[in-house]
């Protein structure tokens, strides 16, 4: 599996021999004009995570792609052909499946509406479980093995990222995937939804929160990319 991080919360992912990109927002450019794509996953309406303005041109692009949304994407971008999914389904993407987790955006503020946000898990025979879950930190799915880690934002404190890493080794544990919580958190997270942060902030949060809880940060910054394989037991 190769991850490669395209700013902010946009991640493309190629394995089983499938390329999805999720996230494509307005907070970066650096998805613009990505071709041969598989699917392209939406976690929710914020532009942040689809980009109204561009996004139609990646899905001219990319006709054969599988577009997949939150029910309530089309409120804020027009998506044609996209398929909305609820908690709970899972989708075949070639040999890879998606569950989709989660239901709703973290709270922002009690004045501001919740807005429905789904979590994306990626698995393939023979490669790392990998979990992207867009702007939420309730739900824990077991098994994950590569985490898109949200870093930064208005609805978010270090000490909720601490504790969803810990929230994901309990999942682990309990499942028996992993011996215990602290071997089932997921060896290694990569940070997104940080373009709120300088360069400083961004190493602080790393640092701390990987002493924590044990997960390996790997920061992969300006379309930086790398391969990840199934973690011995």
Same mark, same amino acid.
């Given at each position: 599996?190769?991850?490669?991080h395209l700013?902010?919360a946009?991640?493309?992912?190629?394995?089983?021999?499938?390329r999805? %990109?999720?996230?494509?927002?307005?907070?970066?450019?650096?998805? $613009?004009?990505?071709?041969?794509?598989?699917?392209?996953?939406?976690? $929710?309406?914020?532009p942040? $995570?689809?980009?109204?303005? $561009?996004?139609?041109?990646?899905l001219?692009q990319?006709?054969?792609? =599988? !577009? !997949?949304?939150?029910?309530?994407?089309?409120?804020t971008?027009e998506l044609?052909?996209?398929?909305?999914?609820s908690p709970?389904?899972?989708? +075949?993407?070639?040999?890879?499946s998606?569950?989709?987790?989660?239901?709703?955006?973290?709270?922002?503020?009690?004045?501001i509406?919740r807005?429905?946000?789904?979590?994306?898990v990626?698995?393939?025979e023979?490669?790392?479980?990998?979990?992207?879950?867009?702007?939420?930190?309730?739900t824990?799915?077991?098994?994950v093995?590569?985490?898109?880690?949200?870093?930064?934002?208005?609805?978010?404190?270090?000490?909720e990222?601490?504790?969803f890493?810990?929230?994901?080794?309990?999942?682990?544990?309990?499942?028996?995937?992993?011996?215990?919580?602290?071997?089932?958190?997921?060896?290694y997270?990569?940070?997104?939804?940080?373009?709120? %942060?300088?360069?400083?902030?961004?190493?602080? =949060?790393?640092?701390?929160?990987?002493?924590?809880?044990?997960?390996?940060?790997?920061?992969?910054?300006?379309?930086? +990319?790398?391969?990840?394989?199934?973690?011995?037991?």
């Amino acid at each position: 599996m190769r991850i490669t991080h395209l700013g902010h919360a946009c991640v493309l992912v190629e394995a089983a021999g499938q390329r999805i %990109l999720i996230d494509p927002g307005n907070f970066s450019g650096l998805w $613009h004009g990505t071709t041969e794509l598989d699917a392209v996953l939406i976690t $929710h309406q914020h532009p942040d $995570h689809v980009d109204p303005e $561009h996004v139609p041109a990646l899905l001219e692009q990319n006709p054969q792609a =599988l !577009v !997949v949304t939150a029910d309530d994407v089309d409120q804020t971008a027009e998506l044609p052909g996209a398929r909305t999914v609820s908690p709970g389904e899972v989708l +075949s993407v070639g040999e890879l499946s998606v569950e989709t987790v989660g239901g709703d955006h973290a709270v922002i503020h009690e004045d501001i509406p919740r807005v429905h946000n789904i979590g994306y898990v990626l698995r393939a025979e023979g490669e790392p479980v990998f979990f992207h879950p867009g702007d939420a930190l309730d739900t824990a799915p077991a098994g994950v093995e590569v985490l898109a880690l949200p870093l930064m934002g208005p609805w978010a404190a270090m000490k909720e990222q601490v504790e969803f890493l810990r929230a994901l080794g309990d999942a682990a544990a309990e499942a028996g995937t992993a011996e215990d919580s602290q071997a089932g958190v997921p060896p290694y997270s990569i940070p997104i939804h940080d373009e709120l %942060l300088s360069d400083r902030g961004r190493g602080l =949060l790393n640092r701390q929160i990987g002493r924590l809880t044990g997960t390996e940060i790997v920061s992969l910054r300006e379309g930086a +990319s790398r391969d990840f394989a199934v973690v011995d037991s």
